[in-house]
């Protein structure tokens, strides 16, 4: 008997090792994915033994079935850090249910990781399945349930000490995937504080401009861009525009740091992340009040709009989205633009969301946008000239309906836009990726402005509030927001505030990036 136990503990050992040796194996190719802690690691190594000997002892189909679970929580962390360079935080898990499609797309830059961890995951799990028929392990029958009770008791236990268990490089990569998981739970769990605001003023102040554009860019930071004195040259047409007495170009803060929450809270001129009372109302949305206002609307999109943006196309006469579209690339909606009746004399609310900017960024930039993406010697400038590219494809974009309107158009304004910004891997990006994290390196964006009758741009950065607020008053609408203070906000991935938000004000002057007041999880 003794003899048939001692077989688990050399199993546990194993597994145990299987469990620890991709914190290591990732060290070698993204430095400092996990850092020795001489108070973490030896008692997560002690845990992670202990773990692995009551797996030992489950019957073989458990036993395969906890083996898989901790490998799938390690590999779920090594694929998520592969694209991001950054730990999966608990919010994250929020857009499995919202933007799945997207992160799937996304997935097809780092598909050679995804490839050889599948591949990594099966074969380890074959290995272990052939050492367990093998050895005979004793098992216990119910160790399952054990097993089971201390992972669901598991959230409570960490719910005081939040900020100690959120994943970061000090803990192992497979519990970091797991405290993500307890961290989402206790979120859903812990009730949240009702916070009263005052209800926003709408006052009709006129008739607006005749013609009102929105073009919503796709993840587009404008430190990334020539116009704004990046170094390279992807802006040609746009930098043409720079003395052209109609045209206005600054920086920005988006409102979200993804595209569904970005464009709710622009399009519905939300300051206040928890502030859902004005969207039941719907007292703010833009082309409700376009509407209102004997604007005919239009929303021309390459996005697939999920069900959380769904409550601003219903009141858009004219909708169009990524499906309804033959062609894959934003010329698309360049042509649709054209549809557009110019003599008619009615008013017009055109909204146009682009796609180019989006993971993987060569799959939305036509080959012949290509100048950069060969240009490399590793993975990291691959991403980066890829993103490039697009850049130099949505300046085109942006040149053609900014030239085709005034051309066609009189008492015009276009706004554009980004929904959230892109980091790149830079080091003043922490060297992260992506976006749809809770930092200031997705929340920078540009803000272009062309009429023929331009307003004062007088401030040297804007928000997607204040931007909001311009293209209210183009249509005609003033909007007062009582509960104002001079800071303003970022949200996360989720609307109503709940994954968390930066807090901000702009400095006295208004002129230099925003000074950070707290963030919010």
């Known amino acids: 008997m003794v003899r048939k136990i001692w077989k688990n503990f050399i199993f546990a050992i194993f597994l145990t090792f299987i469990l620890l ?31 692995s000997l009551l797996i030992s002892f489950a019957p073989r189909r458990q036993q395969l079935f906890w083996i898989a679970f901790f490998l799938l929580l390690n590999f779920v962390q090594l694929g998520y850090f592969g694209y991001f360079h950054t730990y999966l935080p608990p919010f994250q898990l929020d857009l499995l249910f919202t933007q799945l499609e997207d992160i799937l797309d996304s997935a097809q830059s780092i598909l050679g990781l995804i490839l050889l961890l599948g591949v990594g995951f099966v074969g380890v799990l074959l290995l272990l399945h052939y050492l367990t028929r093998k050895l005979k392990l004793s098992t216990l029958p119910y160790i399952s349930l054990f097993l089971l009770f201390l992972l669901i008791l598991f959230p409570f236990f960490i719910a005081k000490k939040r900020a100690v268990y959120f994943p970061n490089g000090v803990h192992l990569g497979y519990l970091n995937t797991l405290f993500a998981v307890d961290l989402w739970i206790i979120n859903k769990l812990t009730p949240r504080k009702k916070i009263h605001y005052k209800p926003y003023i ?18 587009l930071n404008f430190k990334r861009m020539h116009l704004f004195g990046w170094e390279v040259n992807n802006t040609p047409n746009l930098d043409k525009l720079k003395n052209d007495p109609h045209f206005f170009y600054k920086p920005a803060i988006s409102g979200g740091v993804n595209t569904p929450v970005s464009i709710v809270t622009f399009f519905n001129l939300k300051r206040e992340p928890q502030n859902l009372s004005l ?3 719907q007292k703010t949305n833009l082309l409700k009040l376009a509407k209102e206002n004997n604007y005919t609307t239009y929303w021309l999109s390459m996005q697939e709009e999920g069900t959380s943006i769904s409550t601003l196309l219903n009141f858009a006469d004219f909708k169009k989205t990524r499906k309804d579209f033959k062609e894959k690339y934003d010329d698309g909606l360049v042509k649709e633009l054209k549809k557009i009746p110019t003599i008619d004399g009615k008013r017009k609310f055109i909204i146009i969301h682009l796609r180019a900017d989006h993971s993987p960024y060569e799959e939305y930039t036509p080959p012949s946008f290509y100048r950069w993406k060969f240009n490399f010697d590793n993975y990291h400038k691959y991403k980066i000239y890829s993103y490039y590219d697009s850049v130099l494809y949505v300046d085109h974009t942006l040149f053609q309906i900014i030239n085709y309107i005034r051309h066609h158009f009189k008492e015009y304004a276009i706004y554009f836009t980004s929904d959230h910004g892109e980091m790149l891997g830079f080091p003043e990006e922490g060297e992260r990726y992506g976006h749809s994290q809770l930092v200031w390196g997705d929340t920078f964006v540009p803000f272009l402005y062309y009429s023929d009758n331009p307003r004062e741009l007088n401030r040297t950065i804007y928000n997607h509030y204040q931007i909001g607020k311009m293209v209210a008053e183009d249509l005609g609408y003033k909007i007062i927001n009582p509960n104002e203070d001079g800071t303003f906000f970022v949200n996360g991935v989720q609307i109503d505030g709940s994954a968390g938000f930066i807090h901000y004000r702009f400095n006295s002057k208004g002129e230099t990036n925003p000074i950070k007041v707290k963030e919010k999880r």
């Open 202 to 219: 709408v006052e009709k102040v006129g008739g607006g401009k005749k013609i009102v554009v929105v073009i919503m860019g796709e993840s």
């Open 21 to 51: 040796l991709p914190n290591f194996l990732a060290n070698l190719w993204w430095e400092n994915y996990y850092l020795f802690s001489s108070k973490n690691s030896p008692k997560e190594v002690g845990i992670t033994f202990l773990i």
């Open 279 to 281: 969207l039941l109302s």
